[in-house]
């Protein structure tokens, strides 16, 4: 079993939609929680970080963490055409650690 | 301000070959980790410089070493290529841990390697 699992996808979604993304992990050490995005033949590019349980949010873009239940979320609003990418969820033990990745989402927003 | 590049962008290789990829952190980051991304996978840490010392390392084989120049650049190199070492590998950039807050991991384009 991986450390951090998440769904393929891909997830297709129209333009505006909501899209919704989520992690689960099994290491109990994580502390820190990170979502990048990956555009084709990109390297990824960090969106959102939390740190421990709670909720954060920026702009179109809303992080929540559950320690108790080990799983992350993602949720975008008014999703736009430039937001079909690939997901990433990762995660480390402190802030200078190395970063554990899950297996990304593709998402396609469509017009 | 110039942001993390690595060099080259692609490379061809046979099995049995040895590669050796090129890294150039964002201005003022002094750490550097190396990370391995299959095609359709997440990316996998290799291994983090810091100081020109090997910190941290991943679950990678002794095939896979590297180095840290004096002015923070990085070398991946990787030894009796094998048809599993294609993938594109990533380097990222970042500023020692200061116990303060989350310093963030800046990301290169990345380097496909494809071993026939």
């Known amino acids: 079993q991986k450390e951090v699992e998440q769904d393929p996808g891909p997830l297709s979604v129209p333009e505006g939609a909501i899209v919704s993304l989520n992690c689960t992990y099994s290491?109990?050490?994580?502390?820190?929680f990170m979502w990048y995005r990956q555009y084709s033949r990109k390297g990824p590019e960090l969106l959102m970080y939390?740190?421990?349980?709670g909720n954060k949010e920026d702009g179109r873009f809303t992080a929540q963490v559950d320690k108790s239940s080990k799983y992350i979320s993602l949720f975008i609003r008014d999703s736009q055409p430039s937001d079909s990418a690939t997901y990433l969820c990762?995660?480390?033990?402190?802030?200078?650690?190395?970063?554990?990745f899950g297996g990304g989402t593709r998402v396609l927003v469509k017009p | 301000d110039a942001g993390v590049t690595q060099s080259p962008t692609h490379l061809i290789k046979t099995r049995g070959q040895q590669v050796t990829l090129r890294c150039s952190p964002k201005?003022?980051?002094?750490?550097v980790s190396w990370y391995q991304q299959a095609l359709g996978q997440g990316p996998q840490f290799i291994f983090q410089?810091?100081?020109?010392?090997?910190?941290q390392r991943g679950n990678f084989p002794d095939r896979f070493s590297g180095h840290q120049f004096p002015n923070y650049s990085s070398e991946l190199n990787v030894n009796a290529l094998l048809l599993g070492d294609s993938a594109l590998y990533l380097c990222?950039?970042?500023?020692?841990?200061?116990?303060?807050?989350?310093?963030?991991?800046?990301f290169g384009p990345g380097t496909r390697l494809t071993v026939l």
């Open positions: 990222a950039s970042s500023l020692a841990y200061t116990g303060r807050s989350y310093n963030e991991q800046f």
């Open positions: 290491n109990s050490a994580f502390q820190y």
């Open positions: 939390t740190y421990s349980s």
């Open positions: 990762a995660m480390a033990w402190a802030a200078g650690n190395k970063l554990t």
């Open positions: 201005s003022g980051h002094d750490t």
């Open positions: 410089y810091y100081e020109e010392e090997e910190r």
